[in-house]
């Protein structure tokens, strides 16, 4: 007998929502299985916060529709509040509040008893590593640290889906490292997980399956290994010795296939798409000595999202650690 599909741990059909003359959502699908990560990738003001925020309950779509923990966002508001971790683009813990003081008055506020609440703070607080400084302020924490409580608040209910919005947005790669450690234990414990994230590889480590967004839009989807076969070949990179030869080197690898070769104006490196890998490079280099070019270093390697994103949008997804947008207020793990 065939067993019945898995309903969609998240999924939205169709999301649109405007503010004032920016569209900014624009007809938005997404679907995650459950414990899988989806991400969500794009540029600031792509609609990431806007599509976690219609998502989360915080905010009214103006079209369309979405289903969390398999609960309805506008018609079960409630029962998706329940089921959901929020941890957003930062840290929303009380400053004044020690560590362990934050996740008890998180238990207590999802309507723990004070003994419940003062063991699941516990087990959270080893959980992620804070146990040594569980008893201090808050204000007193690194960054890593305060990310780390944070999606530990967002978790005090063992809800089956998270939601992270750029987790790891002004995080040290210290920081970053555990965060991700944090999200692959979730997984492995059977939660979905919604990431949305500028960086590239963050998605690469992490995601199940990514939409990119732009503008408002769903411009690609799939796998990240789906994604990077959609912009073909491997990269052939290399930087010339004398900058007055980049020209003619631009010409040499403009005749290895169809794609035109990138300059990076800072650093001076070319890059180009290729179909024939090493037989490429053996010849560009062949043909640069017979022009008497000198190369500085060369390498091959295969697409990445960056060349994703590329391609798709025609420029490099730049990821801004600033302050958030104005009008867009942080919100905080377990929907707190």
Not at 39 to 46: E, R, S, T
Not at 100 to 129: I, K, P, T, W
Not at 256 to 265: A, K, M, N, T, V
Request: glycine residues 12%; contains cysteine; hydrophobic residues 40%.
């Amino acid at each position: 007998m065939t067993s019945p599909p898995t309903r969609p741990a998240i999924r939205a059909e169709g999301l649109t929502k405007r503010f004032g003359k920016k569209q900014a959502l624009n007809g938005v699908d997404l679907e995650a299985a459950p414990g899988t990560v989806l991400g969500v990738l794009g540029p600031n003001g792509a609609g990431k916060t806007t599509t976690v925020r219609v998502l989360s309950t915080l905010l009214r779509p103006d079209g369309g529709r979405a289903w969390m923990a398999g609960h309805d966002v506008l018609a079960a508001p409630e029962a998706v509040r329940r089921d959901l971790g929020l941890s957003g683009q930062y840290a929303a813990v009380d400053e004044k509040l020690s560590g362990r003081e934050n996740l008890y008055l998180v238990a207590r506020l999802y309507g723990f008893g004070r003994h419940a609440a003062r063991r699941r703070a516990g087990q959270l607080l080893s959980d992620f590593d804070l146990e040594d400084a569980a008893d201090l302020p808050s204000k007193t924490y690194s960054g890593g640290m305060r990310r780390r409580l944070d999606l530990a608040g967002a978790l005090v209910a063992r809800p089956p889906v998270v939601v992270l919005d750029e987790p790891t947005t002004g995080l040290d790669p210290r920081g970053r490292a555990d965060t991700w450690q944090a999200v692959r234990s979730l997984v492995a414990e059977g939660t979905t997980v919604l990431l949305t994230t500028q960086y590239l590889e963050e998605a690469d480590q992490l995601a199940d399956a990514i939409v990119v967004i732009e503008s408002g839009t769903v411009v690609a989807r799939g796998s990240a290994a789906q994604l990077k076969a959609r912009v073909g070949g491997e990269r052939l990179s290399l930087t010339v010795a004398e900058p007055r030869h980049r020209s003619t080197a631009t010409e040499i690898l403009a005749t290895l296939g169809d794609h035109l070769p990138d300059l990076d104006q800072r650093t001076g490196r070319l890059t180009v798409a290729t179909d024939h890998g090493a037989q490429s490079l053996e010849y560009a280099l062949s043909c640069l000595r017979l022009a008497g070019i000198a190369v500085q270093d060369v390498g091959l390697a295969p697409p990445t999202l960056d060349d994703v994103f590329l391609s798709l949008t025609g420029r490099p997804i730049a990821p801004d650690a600033a302050a958030p947008p104005r009008g867009v207020a942080a919100v905080g793990g377990g929907g707190r």
